[in-house]
């Protein structure tokens, strides 16, 4: 059986598995796909990853891509994938310009490579909703709501010693789970602002089911959600987990509404590699 070339990349610490599947060797609605992104994202038993990207044609822009996340389920969107997609892209000749286009289920987005540094425009977000006073894990918190692509809950906490303090597992479960976000469920975000341009962020993914070292759109509802409690301007850097910071730049157009909502970072290619789905 043949092997299965991939790259392994890092999003500003968000790290994915992206294959080139132009061939059309992954058929990704089925659920043999799901099993092989479960298996290839365990990390110590395999190549271990927060998600699975799959590139493939499109008539319209310069690829399509199907984004999976370590449980196997497939999202819409994800901003720090979206940086590595762009950069593997252009890297690998699939697109022939820095500055491309590629779809995605929740809309087209542009993006522009210049060396490891990756700027995407995103699709405009929806569904903001801020104050909701919910019991979590014990507690009652006040969590704002935006879907920046994928859906995200946004807790702020007084500084950074307490973000630092949190069970960011225990409360980012209760609030992914919540009724209030059923059926689809929601990312959870702590956030302390540190200046008018600049947060501290952790978040809680849904579908990897555990802290990540970055997430993209929960960076981008962190900034817009803190800029609609007038704590931030544009453009807003983000410090991550990990220790690397995004850039968010964006328009508001009205209460909880945005447009040209950019995100720029690193993305870099981590190796690359041949997988034997027999040793999966
Ligand atoms: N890490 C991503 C978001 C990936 C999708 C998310 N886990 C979900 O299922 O909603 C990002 O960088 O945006």
Redesign the pocket.
């Known amino acids: 059986m043949e092997p299965i070339a991939f790259h392994k990349m890092t ?1 500003s610490g ?1 790290d994915f598995i992206v294959i080139d599947n132009r061939s059309g060797s992954f058929t990704t609605d089925d659920e043999d796909c799901r099993d092989f992104v479960r298996k290839v994202c365990r990390r110590k038993l395999s190549a271990g990853a ?2 699975v990207i799959f590139i493939e044609d499109d008539p319209e822009c310069d690829f399509r891509w199907r ?1 999976y ?1 370590a449980d196997g ?1 497939e ?8 940086r590595c997609a762009a950069r593997f892209a252009f890297l690998t000749g699939v697109a022939e310009s820095p500055e491309l286009r590629f779809r995605t289920l929740a809309g087209i987005i542009q993006a522009r490579v210049e060396g490891t540094r990756v700027k995407v425009q995103m699709t405009d977000p929806l569904d903001y909703r801020s104050g909701l006073e919910l019991q979590a894990a014990g507690r009652t918190i006040s969590v704002d709501f935006i879907n ?5 809950a946004v807790c702020f906490v007084a500084g950074t010693d307490e973000l630092e303090r949190m069970d960011v597992v225990e409360l980012g479960r209760a609030l992914r789970r919540h009724q209030q976000f059923q059926p689809a ?3 959870a975000n702590f956030v302390a602002v540190l200046g008018r341009d600049r947060i501290r962020i952790r ?1 809680y ?4 089911e555990d802290e ?1 070292l ?7 509802a962190a900034a817009l959600t803190a800029h609609e409690r007038t704590l931030v301007g544009s453009p807003v850097h983000v410090l991550t987990q990990g220790g690397e910071t995004l850039t968010i730049h964006f328009d508001r157009i009205g209460p909880g509404q945005y447009r040209n909502v950019f995100i720029e970072g690193e993305a870099r290619v981590v190796y690359e590699g041949r997988l034997w789905r027999e040793t999966l």
Do not use: K, L
């Open positions: 999003g968000n927060d998600g984004f996340n389920s999202a819409e969107m994800c901003g720090n994938g979206a920046t692509g994928v859906p995200h469920g929601t990312n978040t993914e849904r579908g990897v990540t970055a997430c993209g759109t929960g960076s981008i």
